[in-house]
């Protein structure tokens, strides 16, 4: 089976956790024992129903004020398909957090509260979507049942939805649908309480929505992270460049360059702890093996192909800023990119998003935690990047302030 990566997003209360717990529930995908403990804190907190949102807010501070506060992970499956969801929190200040957890998402719900329609949280995670190339979208219009199952209420919604999604331009496949997480409607079973409503459930959208051209397998990139040279004298002789292929196929026989080096080889072997391939191609992990002795270390890229990422020290980059301490112009932080790490220092912030209206503030000096911007690095040495456009692992990056390891920033370069 294939594996769907999900996430979901919207404003405080709209049901992100209820709707992920509606859907475990439903499909028949916690223990008995889970759904005992849920019924126990719920009974303790004095909720008149089972407060299915307590199967993904598992810390202390999110059951006590029912928001989510960081990214929870939870994975189900149907006889369709594997699922990983991100549980993301919805409040502003845990803009960061969404970022990450849409990061590696094929696929993002964006609940609206039936009753506010489109408001700025709606915006802000739309655009974030956008910004992070998650090419399908669903739409869920939740608390339909607050709102008496009104499709008058919900067109208006889809017409507001739509004149904002038409600004912007990565989005490819959007899904619009009238769901109730707390009764169930239409999440996995068909709503009798909204017979007008003629498209498939939230469930079966998502067993059935196409999402395998995400990888890039035209250009060939191969990041390596680690030089395997075992001591033994079985493997006497053996020298392997571990690490996951970020793009295009790999095939024994075929002519590669080395980055930043230049030189040229062939592929001897492709292995793997299950045994050797005849091909290798994203997101697989795999140890390559060439015919000549080249020296090759973490860091460097292994290519193939006329089209080579650009090797180059100055990056044009959009980044959602996520420190405490505000972006610093001429500030200089260490730049973590593919298997990369070295210095770099921002050269220019060019301009901050607004997010209440996509316009660009472009007397903008500083960009505080949370706030979206496209600035201007330097890097102490060559990048092997591509634009993020073209391959999500080759043209990401993260920012670490030096003196505290945190990590301050999330990239995606606009170009190399």
């Not at 594996?3 to 956790?17: H, I, N, Q, Y």
Request: with cysteine; charged share 25%.
């Amino acid at each position: 089976m294939d594996l769907l990566r999900f996430t979901t997003a919207g404003s405080v209360d709209d049901g992100k956790s209820t709707l992920i717990g509606r859907l475990l529930y439903d499909s028949k995908s916690i223990f008995e024992d889970q759904l005992e403990a849920v019924e126990v804190s719920s009974k303790k907190r004095g909720d008149e129903e089972v407060n299915l949102a307590l199967l993904t807010d598992g810390l202390k501070a999110e059951r006590e004020q029912g928001i989510t506060i960081d990214v929870a992970y939870r994975y189900f499956a149907t006889p369709k398909r594997k699922f990983i969801i991100a549980d993301t929190p919805g409040h502003i200040q845990y803009t960061r957090n969404m970022v990450t957890g849409a990061s590696t998402a094929d696929l993002a719900i964006i609940l609206i509260d039936a009753r506010h329609g489109v408001i700025e949280q709606t915006k802000r995670h739309t655009f974030i979507a956008n910004l992070l190339r998650i090419q399908h979208v669903v739409v869920a219009v939740n608390k339909m049942d607050l709102v008496d199952f009104s499709e008058e209420r919900y067109n208006e919604i889809v017409e507001e939805y739509r004149e904002l999604a038409s600004r912007l331009g990565n989005i490819v496949n959007i899904e619009m649908i009238p769901i109730s997480a707390l009764r169930g409607d239409n999440v996995v079973d068909k709503s009798e309480k909204m017979p007008w409503y003629e498209g498939g459930t939230l469930l079966y959208h998502l067993e059935n929505v196409y999402v395998g051209g995400t990888e890039n397998h035209v250009e060939a990139r191969f990041p390596v992270q680690w030089v395997i040279r075992p001591h033994s004298n079985e493997w006497h002789d053996f020298r392997g460049f571990a690490g996951r292929v970020a793009g295009g196929v790999f095939k024994p026989g075929d002519e590669v360059l080395a980055l930043p080096s230049g030189f040229k080889s062939t592929i001897k072997t492709i292995h793997t702890a299950d045994g050797d391939l005849e091909e290798a191609f994203a997101p697989q992990s795999v140890t390559i093996t060439l015919n000549d002795e080249i020296d090759i270390s973490r860091g460097d890229m292994i290519v193939k192909g006329n089209n080579p990422p650009k090797s180059t020290q100055d990056i044009e980059a959009m980044v959602c800023w996520f420190g405490e301490q505000p972006l610093q112009p001429r500030g200089k932080y260490i730049i973590r990119h593919t298997e990369q790490e070295t210095k770099a220092v921002i050269q220019s912030l060019d301009y901050q998003v607004d997010i209440n209206n996509f316009h660009k503030v472009e007397d903008a000096t500083t960009l505080s935690m949370n706030d979206i911007g496209r600035i201007k690095l330097r890097t102490a040495k060559a990048l092997h990047a591509d634009p993020y456009a073209k391959n999500r692992h080759t043209g990401s990056f993260i920012l670490v302030d030096a003196s505290s390891n945190e990590t301050v920033a999330a990239g995606m370069i606009v170009q190399p």
